[in-house]
């Protein structure tokens, strides 16, 4: 794998065509079949594809297409876990009155929320992204970035007390499933080859931003948390383990870990908002090459060094619709090269054009043009060597 000075990538979602929105419709419904779903994913991964490739992405995602989001997806793959939607939840609780108090402050539907619960014991029953990313490698030959939902991720979201319980009595139990899972996959991804693996652990940020405040983006959030500090420790010690089956010779692909603030709004004010300072000191804890961050929204706050890693820099904001120059691009760079030497900055958007399935934040039009600004700051960039 060869990456050029400044790789220009994606963080993964990108918006999914209106073809596919009613494939995922009508596969709700049962009324298609998961070869017709198929077919008409392959069609819109192409040309999520396609599309980066002709903006100029140097390392290119399958747009996450046959995702309905970047995290509940794996309900189709785990035996174990099962959808619920939130007012199902709700029948499940026992403190009934302080999760509706929660579900008013989420200003989406709760009806429209599903979230992958752990109802059994979990086992993965397919890959997780394998498939998906042997699928991409045979239409392209540029080098490939998979996105994984992290391991604290997905054990907050589907470790539900009242229904995991009796399987796993604390969601640290349901953790030491989630870390063999996630390593068994990364290890099949490595063996097939792929660049870069990225964890997507954006309720970190949660964890720091919202002492007292219940308003949040995403049902992660449900599940009882302890002590900040404790919480972040134990996803540290969850992602080191998931890489660990990684840290021995052989060709490794680059691991990076994504953490935002919420991408479900184009209403940046509803968004949690903070600098990266905080979690510095967990991040540096991490066996992780790449931190990749949001830099490009002003929510983040200045730019946050840690040494020993490159930086995913977010230099677009994927939910407005105005497009960032190259000059203005090429200039928040050369900030951040003061801080980190130029070989370890990739550029991205602050997070995915369409992290969940019917709430794309841009239209695919806007995400390439954004991404083709990007990679022509990059030229700038590694011009002037
Ligand atoms: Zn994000």
Same mark, same amino acid.
């Given at each position: 794998?060869?990456?050029?000075?400044?790789? &220009?990538?994606?963080?993964?979602?990108?918006?999914? /065509?209106?073809?596919?929105?009613?494939?995922?419709?009508?596969?709700?419904?049962?009324?298609? *079949?998961?070869?017709?779903?198929?077919?008409?994913?392959?069609?819109?991964?192409?040309?999520?594809?396609?599309?980066?490739?002709?903006?100029?992405?140097?390392?290119?995602?399958?747009?996450?297409?046959?995702?309905?989001?970047?995290?509940? !997806?794996?309900?189709?793959?785990?035996?174990?876990?099962?959808?619920?939607?939130?007012?199902?939840?709700? $029948?499940?609780?026992?403190?009934?009155?302080? !999760?509706?108090?929660?579900?008013?402050?989420?200003?989406?539907?709760?009806?429209?929320?599903?979230?992958?619960?752990?109802?059994?014991?979990?086992?993965?029953?397919?890959? @997780?992204?394998?498939?998906?990313?042997?699928?991409?490698?045979?239409?392209? $030959?540029?080098?490939?970035?998979?996105?994984?939902?992290?391991?604290?991720?997905?054990?907050?979201?589907?470790?539900?007390?009242?229904?995991?319980?009796?399987?796993?009595?604390?969601?640290?139990?349901?953790?030491?499933?989630?870390?063999?899972?996630?390593? +068994?996959?990364?290890?099949?991804?490595?063996?097939?080859?792929?660049?870069?693996?990225?964890?997507?652990?954006?309720? @970190?940020?949660?964890?720091?931003?919202?002492?007292?405040?219940?308003?949040?983006?995403?049902?992660?959030? @449900?599940?009882?948390?302890? $002590?900040?500090?404790?919480? @972040?420790? !134990?996803?540290?010690?969850?992602?080191?383990?998931? &890489?660990?089956?990684?840290?021995?010779?052989?060709?490794?692909?680059?691991?990076?870990?994504?953490?935002?603030?919420?991408?479900?709004?184009?209403?940046?004010?509803?968004?949690?908002?903070?600098?990266?300072?905080?979690?510095?000191?967990?991040?540096?804890?991490?066996?992780?090459?790449?931190?990749?961050? +949001?830099?490009?929204?002003?929510?983040? *706050?200045?730019?946050?060094?840690?040494?020993?890693?490159?930086? *995913?820099?977010?230099?677009?904001?994927?939910?407005?619709?105005?497009?960032?120059?190259?000059?203005?691009?090429?200039?928040?760079?050369?900030?951040?090269?003061?801080?980190?030497?130029?070989?370890? &900055?990739?550029?991205? /958007?602050?997070?995915?054009?369409?992290?969940?399935?019917?709430?794309?934040?841009?239209?695919?039009?806007?995400?390439?043009?954004?991404?083709?600004?990007?990679?022509?700051?990059?030229?700038?960039?590694?011009?002037?060597?």
């Amino acid at each position: 794998m060869s990456l050029p000075l400044f790789p &220009v990538t994606t963080v993964g979602s990108w918006p999914r /065509p209106q073809e596919l929105l009613r494939a995922f419709s009508q596969k709700y419904r049962g009324e298609l *079949g998961r070869r017709e779903f198929d077919h008409v994913a392959d069609r819109a991964v192409i040309a999520a594809l396609r599309a980066q490739e002709q903006a100029g992405a140097d390392l290119v995602t399958d747009g996450e297409q046959r995702r309905d989001n970047f995290y509940s !997806f794996v309900a189709d793959k785990l035996d174990g876990v099962q959808m619920m939607t939130l007012s199902e939840m709700l $029948d499940v609780v026992e403190d009934k009155q302080g !999760f509706a108090r929660l579900l008013a402050t989420l200003d989406v539907p709760a009806f429209s929320i599903r979230n992958p619960t752990c109802v059994g014991r979990i086992r993965r029953r397919e890959p @997780l992204a394998l498939e998906d990313f042997e699928f991409l490698s045979r239409h392209t $030959d540029r080098p490939i970035k998979v996105t994984l939902p992290g391991p604290y991720l997905l054990t907050r979201a589907m470790w539900v007390k009242e229904v995991s319980r009796t399987i796993y009595p604390t969601k640290e139990d349901l953790g030491e499933d989630v870390v063999r899972i996630l390593c +068994e996959e990364i290890v099949a991804l490595q063996q097939a080859g792929v660049a870069f693996v990225q964890l997507d652990e954006p309720v @970190l940020t949660e964890l720091v931003f919202t002492q007292g405040n219940t308003r949040t983006f995403m049902c992660a959030a @449900l599940a009882a948390r302890k $002590d900040p500090a404790e919480e @972040l420790a !134990f996803a540290v010690s969850l992602i080191n383990r998931v &890489v660990e089956p990684l840290q021995g010779d052989g060709v490794r692909p680059i691991i990076g870990v994504h953490v935002c603030r919420g991408n479900w709004s184009q209403d940046e004010t509803t968004l949690l908002r903070g600098s990266y300072h905080p979690l510095a000191p967990y991040f540096r804890q991490m066996n992780v090459d790449q931190l990749v961050l +949001e830099y490009a929204t002003p929510r983040a *706050g200045e730019f946050v060094p840690v040494d020993g890693k490159s930086i *995913g820099l977010g230099v677009v904001n994927p939910r407005v619709p105005e497009v960032e120059s190259a000059q203005q691009i090429v200039t928040r760079v050369e900030e951040v090269l003061a801080h980190v030497p130029a070989r370890q &900055v990739f550029l991205n /958007p602050d997070c995915g054009f369409a992290t969940f399935t019917s709430r794309a934040m841009n239209s695919a039009d806007v995400a390439a043009v954004k991404i083709a600004a990007m990679a022509e700051a990059a030229a700038i960039l590694r011009a002037k060597g």
